[in-house]
Each structure stands twice: as C-alpha cells, then as structure tokens.
C-alpha cells in the first residue's frame, strides 16, 4: 500500500471508497526507534480533522507511536497536512463515529465481521469496545 502512496496512486486507490474504503496515510515517529514511520489506514472526514480506528486496540504499534507523539503528518488523497492525534474513545458521540469510519472503510469492516450499515448501537459498541478512535486535527 505505501508504495502505491509513494508512487503517486492515492487518489486511484481512493476512487472507489464504498469497496475499497477511503485511505490515508499517517506519518508519525516511532517511540522506541524514534526513525519516521508510515502507516496506512481507513479514515472518515470530519470537517477540518480526519477519524481513524486502531482496530487492534492499544497494541496497534502505529497507535501506541501517536499516544507517545501525537504530532503527525497527514497524507490524504489530494492534501498533506500537519496535525495532532488525539484518542477520542471516551466520546459521547463514540458509536456514530465509528461507524463513520467503519463505513467509509469499504470492504474492510465487512471482513470484521461488522456490517456497519445494519448493526444496532449497542451490537457496533460490543463489537469495537477495544477499537481506539483516533481524532488527526491540522495545525
């Protein structure tokens, strides 16, 4: 995936989001090592910022790395910002966020086993509870 970033092939990786979800990339610096590390995730607008989920909780490395660091670089289909992550995961407005995000993921939520279309509030927030929302605001 990063090298069809780096190749310049982003906006056609995102020219399809309701199969193939809405991509970015997340430059952000690596708590141990300190070198620059990229990451590419699915992500959902909102407004000015951009929503994204560590699917695999608090042991995702990429979201361990922007609790350390929120400072990031944002990468989207047609922009590149600066911004700063923050853990949203405690919002009131948790459920309807995350499936923002799972929606605008395309396929990708469906092959967790979650059909973010249909799933009750409660079913989505047993289903994500170890999921952590992230919030990239620009600076």
Request: proline residues 6%; positive net charge.
């Amino acid at each position: 995936m990063l090298m069809l970033w780096n190749l310049g092939l982003g906006p056609m990786l995102n020219s399809w989001p309701a199969v193939g979800g809405r991509i970015m990339v997340i430059a952000h610096m690596g708590r141990v090592s300190g070198k620059r590390r990229e990451t590419p995730v699915n992500f959902a607008p909102d407004g000015e910022a951009v929503l994204c989920l560590s699917g695999f909780g608090r042991r995702s490395d990429w979201y361990q790395n922007l609790m350390a660091d929120p400072r990031v670089e944002v990468r989207l289909p047609r922009a590149r910002w600066s911004g700063v992550a923050e853990d949203i995961s405690r919002s009131v407005e948790r459920a309807s966020l995350v499936r923002r995000v799972l929606i605008a993921s395309g396929f990708a939520a469906y092959l967790a086993g979650i059909n973010p279309r249909r799933v009750s509030d409660p079913e989505l927030e047993r289903l994500t509870e170890d999921y952590r929302l992230v919030r990239i605001r620009p600076v």
